[in-house]
């Protein structure tokens, strides 16, 4: 059995009660090292193919790997952390509060008490901070949690460009620790640091070579100028 940590789901199957199955048969292989983009118009199923990942929501059918061992509640291993799209922050704690109570290990607590970006906000409540520097924030929690993956659920919507290109650095950074899956409408903020890229299309995923592919599916004709791999 080979020893390579990584989060493998096959023959995903999901529909909400009185409407068409949503998911049909997903599939996504994210090991450890990678960066896995996952793309697919609104209302296609990405947030809720997140969930059942995680374990937050029961799908119709499921095969659901983590480190080869199967799982239907990852979030009970305590081996994947997840982003939903709102907030999971308790709105009037302080940050500095927040950031003892969620992070144990002192030595991280003392690298995140370092971040240029998170001093300026320790004194804040979660409510008075900006959109970029709460969804900085969070991912930050995420990020130094000790688990071997993270799942995404639109980071980059709704920030400001400084703070898309500083979570697109936070990401980066971790990613020789972790695999992680970001799916977000904000495609090239995808692209610019994905290593593979996933389409979920008529409740299904497909594994996308190079840029010029989306073009068929997703994109609009056009956009990108030539065929290119994605970042290694």
């Known amino acids: 059995m080979t020893n390579i940590k990584e989060l ?8 909400y009660e009185s409407s068409q199955q949503l998911l049909t048969g997903a599939y996504l292989r994210c090991p450890v090292g990678e960066v896995v983009g996952l793309l697919g118009r609104n209302g296609c199923g990405k947030s809720t193919f997140l969930k059942i990942l995680f374990g937050v929501l029961k799908a119709k059918n499921s095969y659901i790997l983590i480190n080869n061992k199967k799982t239907e509640k990852a979030y009970l291993t305590n081996k994947i952390g997840y982003l939903p799209q709102d907030s999971f922050l308790p709105t009037h704690e ?3 509060y927040l950031i003892r109570l969620l992070i144990k290990d002192q030595q991280v607590r003392n690298i995140l008490s370092y971040d240029a970006r998170i001093k300026t906000i320790s004194d804040k409540k979660i409510y008075q ?11 930050c929690l995420l990020m130094h949690q000790p688990t071997d993956f993270v799942l995404l659920d639109e980071p980059f919507t709704g920030l400001e460009p400084l703070y898309m290109e500083q979570i697109a650095t936070l990401i980066l950074r ?3 620790k972790k695999g992680i899956v970001l799916s977000d409408h904000n495609y090239q903020n995808v692209l610019d640091i994905a290593t593979q890229i996933l389409l979920l299309h008529n409740g299904t995923c497909r594994l996308i070579k190079n840029k010029k592919e989306l073009e068929f599916f997703y994109a609009p004709e056009g956009i990108f100028d030539q065929q290119g791999p994605f970042s290694d």
């Open 8 to 15: 493998y789901s096959d023959s995903v199957q999901f529909s």
């Open 129 to 139: 901070l900006s959109g970029g520097e709460l969804r900085y924030l969070e991912i």
């Open 94 to 96: 302080k940050v500095d």
């Open 174 to 176: 971790f990613k020789t």
